[in-house]
């Protein structure tokens, strides 16, 4: 399997709004709830794969003709309270390269709020399992001010994967989850959004899973962050495939 990686450049429709997701009904990982987006039954109960719709018509992030390694299309969006900030440009907001803004945290941003549930799709590049972290996660953190997310893959969309994420261990710097590390990369500074070493956000390796490949991510509010108004929970501004290959 060649493994290649990538570096080439470049988040509501809230409930009944959402993109139709990818059906699905198979073996989750996590212990969300079940999930009802308002287009169908989404068949998450205990992070189990979206059922509900006979496909996605979303943007593709603005497609160029050349594969990238950012999210192409998202297949579900259910909001938890004080979701909403982003919400007027989904799903585009969740395309595309991160918008880093170091210690001062992106305004690029979807907020999940409570619990709240995104499901990407990759559809011309996907995770493989290579040298390193093969996944970047982008929030919008900033020192003294985390919000967590767990998050899990799929090569089918229906058997989730789910990396552990301990949102209660403050001292211990909620190992396994997002939404810990500090942005950098932006397309106008140069830094390359698929290098773990200098782009920030949080860093995923499939061999920590025991699985090789994957072309789903599902991000998931912890439920342990603050939550009011209409920008509560995690913040996606988005994610970036470190480790892939072709589809």
């Not at 989850?177 to 782009?199: E, K, M, Q, R």
């Amino acid at each position: 399997m060649m493994v290649q990686r990538l570096m080439l450049p470049s988040l509501v429709l809230l409930g009944l709004l959402a993109c139709a997701p990818k059906a699905s009904d198979g073996e989750g990982a996590g212990d969300g709830g079940a999930v009802d987006s308002g287009v169908g039954d989404t068949g998450t109960e205990g992070g189990d794969g979206a059922d509900g719709g006979d496909g996605a018509d979303g943007a593709d992030g603005g497609d160029t003709g050349e594969p990238d390694p950012f999210a192409d299309l998202a297949l579900l969006f259910t909001p938890g309270e004080a979701a909403g900030f982003g919400a007027d440009r989904y799903p585009e907001i969740v395309y595309g390269p991160p918008q880093g803004a170091g210690d001062a945290g992106s305004l690029d941003v979807l907020s999940l709020g409570r619990e709240g549930l995104i499901v990407l799709e990759l559809t011309d590049i996907g995770i493989v399992d290579g040298e390193g972290p093969d996944l970047l996660v982008f929030e919008n953190p900033f020192t003294g001010w985390l919000e967590t997310g767990r998050v899990a893959v799929s090569e089918d969309g229906e058997t989730w994967h789910e990396w552990p994420c301990d949102a209660e261990d403050a001292a211990g710097g909620y190992p396994g989850c997002a939404g810990v590390g500090l942005v950098w990369s932006h397309p106008d500074n140069g830094i390359d959004p698929t290098d773990p070493t200098v782009a920030g956000g949080d860093a995923f390796d499939l061999a920590d899973l025991g699985i090789e490949r994957a072309r789903y991510v599902r991000i998931v509010d912890s439920g342990a962050n603050s939550y009011e108004g209409t920008s509560g929970g995690f913040d996606l501004d988005g994610v970036a495939v470190v480790n892939g290959a072709a589809l």
